[in-house]
């Protein structure tokens, strides 16, 4: 019995190697990249560059754009965006139309997200849940809804950044709630899950940002939560020695982008990419145990 599920198994993973690495790989075709001034969109730009698509970069500062310029070939080109900001994603959308002509838009790549504040629930506000829900949530289905004409034009790719925090919610705040038609034209959508890699999101003044949403809260909840509370939520969350950023402890972001170059170019690209085994088994394993259990494990053993 175990013999033939290990051959099945086996089959399966051949099968599915052999379709992924067959077929020509797209050249000088348009690839759209939110979030290119650092982390994955930064490197997933070069090394489409290096493979000879045309990339879009699409970056929050005017620093960022033109240090990816440099350091790449004319083929690429950048342009200031903030996701959060509706006339910013027309001009964006525009500048990508012009660009691209009768030829369209063969990939979008959603990458753009951040990750604070973050904190538990009751010391924030809605602004604060509202920061990170207008870039990983709004900002992301904004985009998306501006590319589709253009993206039918290939029947092309849609690449969406997601979180193993998208199966359990790991801490408070508007991070895990936000990592939650178009099929009928060959447009394929796939999702990439990264596990513990650090990234820009994990800034040098995380501690400062907690302090700042620890002083707002009032003084009832202040008392039902308790100083001790803070200091142990400032050390899971927002040490850069300890917890939440000891956790994410590859700096090697290649097989991210290694993943979304290959959503791009494969002819028969994967639905789902979980990268490593912490959003592959971990987080998945403990999406299915019970709640009680799954607290436990969150709030005891992590």
Not at 24 to 44: A, H, Q, W, Y
Not at 86 to 96: D, K, L, Q, R
Not at 183 to 189: A, K, M, P, Q, T
Request: charged residues 20%.
């Amino acid at each position: 019995m175990w013999l033939y599920l290990v051959v099945l198994l086996g089959l399966y993973y051949l099968l599915r190697w052999y379709r992924e690495a067959g077929g020509e790989p797209p050249r000088d075709k348009f690839v759209f990249i939110t979030g290119c001034d650092s982390g994955f969109g930064n490197l997933l730009a070069r090394q489409l560059d290096l493979r000879g698509l045309r990339v879009l970069a699409a970056c929050l500062t005017e620093q960022g754009a033109e240090q990816l310029r440099n350091q790449m070939s004319d083929r690429l080109q950048t342009v200031i965006l903030d996701i959060t900001k509706t006339e910013s994603i027309a001009e964006a959308t525009e500048w990508v139309k012009e660009d691209v002509g009768d030829r369209g838009l063969w990939g979008l790549v959603n990458n753009a997200g951040i990750l604070l504040p973050a904190a538990p629930n009751e010391w924030q506000t809605k602004d604060d849940f509202s920061k990170i829900l207008n870039v990983n949530l709004i900002g992301l289905i904004e985009v998306t809804l501006s590319f589709p004409p253009l993206i039918r034009k290939t029947r092309g790719r849609v690449v969406n950044v997601s979180s193993p925090a998208r199966r359990v919610s790991l801490f408070g705040g508007g991070y895990c709630i936000s990592k939650r038609d178009l099929s009928h034209f060959g447009i394929r959508v796939v999702l990439i899950v990264p596990g513990k890699y650090k990234t820009s999101i994990f800034p040098d003044n995380m501690q400062d940002i907690l302090e700042g949403i620890w002083s707002q809260v009032s003084p009832e909840v202040k008392e039902s939560y308790g100083q001790k509370y803070f200091e142990d939520c400032k050390s899971f969350l927002y040490s850069p020695r300890a917890g939440m950023a000891e956790l994410l402890t590859s700096q090697n972001l290649s097989p991210v982008a290694s993943f979304m170059e290959h959503n791009l170019t494969a002819v028969h690209p994967r639905i789902c990419y979980s990268i490593d085994w912490n959003s592959k088994c971990f987080t998945f394993a403990l999406s299915y145990l019970p709640t009680p259990v799954a607290d436990f494990i969150l709030c005891h053993i992590l």
